[in-house]
């Protein structure tokens, strides 16, 4: 099993730009999320999906979507990137989402 | 609204030292608690899940133990060696939601010195 990839490691985008986060896992989980980190704030939910089709905001939603077209895949969609959105951006699965959460190695967004 | 502290921030010991760090939460209707280990630029391993009617749980040298009546969990360390060096996480499953979001603490930062 590779277990939660993400794709790309590290990004820098302009102001304004959009882009997708990859996140993908081999192992059916049902329950995925991602989460970003920043120095002084820790991890916080950004979304989350409990199974295909399935989506809802987490902690700190705006400026991000998310869609889940597939048990596997799970991507975070920057709409309009601000500065403000520079962190690293990890995703994590799990079968529930009461068990055991397994993370991604985590992508690292510059927003210039 | 739950919040999750971890004490100390950083903490330096020398090699082979048994250890413990603390992990509090403000809220006691947790689903279950997780610790985490991260090295530096990297993401987060999972090392233990307690679930909510658990009183302990043991992987090799890591025996974590939770007191939900207190909110507390510590995650002991024995024999600790340079290559436990890394930032401890500890989150909690908030019972509160039906999300499986997780409420992380800050983390401790533990440094083994050979």
């Known amino acids: 099993n590779a277990g939660v990839t993400q794709t790309p490691k590290f990004q820098v985008l302009k102001t304004g730009q959009s882009m997708t986060l990859q996140c993908a896992q081999d192992?059916?989980?049902?329950?995925m999320s991602w989460y970003r980190q920043d120095p002084g704030m820790g991890l916080r939910l950004i979304h989350y999906?409990?199974?295909?089709?399935?989506?809802d905001q987490g902690e700190v939603p705006n400026g991000y979507n998310v869609s889940r077209s597939t048990t596997e895949d799970f991507p975070l969609r920057l709409l309009s990137a601000a500065p403000s959105q520079t962190s690293v951006y990890f995703c994590?699965?799990?079968?529930?989402?009461?068990?055991?959460?397994?993370f991604g190695p985590g992508t690292r967004l510059l927003v210039l | 609204k739950q919040e999750v502290t971890q004490i100390p921030a950083a903490l330096s010991v020398p090699e082979g030292e048994n250890l413990v760090l603390n992990c509090s939460f403000t809220?006691?209707?947790?689903?279950?608690l997780q610790w985490f280990r991260q090295d530096p630029g990297k993401g987060l391993t999972s090392l233990l899940l307690?679930?909510?009617?658990?009183r302990e749980q043991t992987s090799g040298r890591l025996n974590a133990s939770l007191d939900k009546s207190s909110g507390r969990s510590t995650l002991y360390i024995a024999a600790s060696q340079p290559g436990d060096s890394a930032t401890y996480l500890c989150?909690?499953?908030?019972?509160?939601?039906?999300?499986?979001?997780?409420?992380f603490g800050q983390g401790t930062t533990l440094q083994v010195k050979p």
């Open positions: 994590a699965s799990s079968y529930s989402g009461w068990e055991t959460q397994y």
């Open positions: 192992m059916n989980h049902e329950y």
């Open positions: 999906s409990v199974g295909a089709g399935i989506t």
């Open positions: 809220d006691s209707a947790i689903y279950n």
């Open positions: 307690i679930q909510s009617s658990q």
């Open positions: 989150a909690v499953f908030d019972g509160s939601s039906n999300t499986g979001k997780l409420i």
